[in-house]
């Protein structure tokens, strides 16, 4: 019955062949925008979430505070209002994970022939666990380097890229503003930041070498900044409250003054970024919705034509003892295949379009069974739900009246 029906609707449709197609192009449109758009949505929330995993979880930044001279007021992290004695405070604090103060700056990198501006980051071995930064080759330093103020380095990736390319960089020595330093390791690949910012192109040093041997600094042990690990989402606003009440008190900062220090939550500003991306990626699909709606109308509008112009064949099957479900379910099937067809030759050039716009602009694309899924779902609903009316029309036809339609 089945088989018979599906024969006699692919029949019809074979004889408007360009008639079928400019109607199926509607749900191929429609499907293969909904597929690349989910795809590019999607990819984009997989940048995002990949760039918040590299930053390290559960993060606070505590930056030094600002200070003015000649009327000019500098930006945070301009005065040094942080030592190494506050991170070791903020690290008896429950709720705190790892601290690691920080001593940031630029500096000219050489390596034989080679040179390379980059950040040179004087850091305590902690900062490895807050960052949640894993090594490609080699070793960390220790706390015995940190004690002695050793000449050793932990390269990135794009450092050790520029200064050594093919060669392995460990155990060899570079100049850091023409002090030699030591290679003991190489970070493993961490990419660009949510600001957009390369994190390889690093190198880190033990704090006290960054203080005393490359930077320099006018007051013993002080920092530009400190990264708090909490232990867990849940603490992150106790732990944010008790940083500040503890800096405050070490500072000696008075009820009514402003801090000397700034307290910025970074998962807070990731889990913005991350929500920003899934309200694009849901408008992105939503938008490109609109083209099944287009298209589904598009299969009523032809379907009540083709019922128009069938209605003494609607008669004549009647007549020889068609029953009502039986003219109902052969529209149908004509418009689920349209719509099927369609969605089938859509996923192909939506899944296509995804992996081309890959190659040629490099942007993250997620493919997920899911988006495929769904698309598919929703055009074969839409087939079966616009095509549902003009079906209840034919099949609702009086047969006189049907036989005497010209």
């Known amino acids: 019955m089945i088989t018979t029906l599906l024969g ?74 942080l030592t190494v004695a506050d991170a070791q405070a903020i690290a008896e604090l429950p709720g705190i994970q790892f601290v690691a103060p920080i001593h940031p700056g630029t500096a000219q990198v050489v390596y034989g ?4 501006s980059t950040a040179v980051y004087g850091v305590t071995p902690g900062y490895l666990d807050v960052r949640n930064w894993n090594l490609a080759a080699g070793m960390p330093f220790a706390d015995s380097d940190l004690r002695s103020a050793t000449r050793v380095a932990l390269l990135g990736q794009t450092v050790a890229h520029n200064l050594f390319g093919d060669e392995d960089p460990v155990g ?85 003054q402003d801090n000397d220090f700034s307290v910025r939550n970074l998962t807070a500003l990731a889990d913005s970024a991350a929500e920003t991306t899934r309200v694009m990626s849901l408008l992105l699909g939503a938008i490109a919705s609109v083209s099944l709606l287009v298209g589904g109308i598009g299969i009523m509008n032809i379907m009540l034509v083709s019922v128009t112009e069938r209605t003494r ?22 418009a689920v295949i349209i719509s099927v067809v369609g969605c089938l030759i859509g996923l192909a050039l939506g899944v296509g379009g995804a992996v081309l716009v ?15 899924l769904i698309a598919f779902g929703v055009a074969a609903t839409v087939g079966i739900f616009f095509g549902f009316y003009p079906a209840r029309k034919a099949a609702r036809l009086d047969p006189i009246e049907a036989l005497r339609y010209q």
């Not at 109607?23 to 949505?41: E, H």
């Not at 003991?184 to 390889?200: E, F, I, M, T, Y």
């Not at 190659?359 to 899911?370: N, R």
């Open 113 to 116: 022939s080679n040179n390379w």
């Open 172 to 256: 060899k020595s570079l100049r850091i503003r023409n002090s030699p330093f030591v290679v003991v390791g190489v970070l493993a690949a961490k990419g660009q930041s949510l600001d957009g910012r390369d994190q390889d192109d690093t190198i880190l040093i033990p704090l006290t070498t960054a203080q005393r041997k490359v930077y320099g600094t006018q007051f013993q042990g002080s920092v530009r900044l400190i990264n708090v690990q909490a232990t867990s989402a849940e603490m992150m606003d106790e732990v944010q409250r008790s940083m500040t009440a503890l800096l405050r008190q070490r500072h000696r900062i008075r009820e009514g």
């Open 8 to 81: 006699q609707a692919w029949h019809a449709m074979g004889a408007n062949k360009l008639r079928t197609f400019l109607t199926m192009l509607g749900m191929v449109i429609g499907v293969s925008a909904v597929v690349l758009m989910m795809a590019i949505g999607q990819g984009a929330q997989l940048a995002v979430a990949q760039s918040i995993s590299s930053m390290g979880a559960n993060l606070f930044i505590v930056l030094s505070g600002s200070t003015t001279s000649g009327g000019v007021r500098m930006g945070g992290g301009a005065a040094p209002t």
């Open 358 to 372: 890959h190659f040629v602009t490099e942007t993250a694309v997620v493919i997920s069974g899911s988006s495929v």
């Open 313 to 334: 064949e609607i008669g004549i099957r009647m007549a020889i003892g068609a029953r009502e479900r039986d003219i109902l379910l052969q529209f149908l099937l004509e």
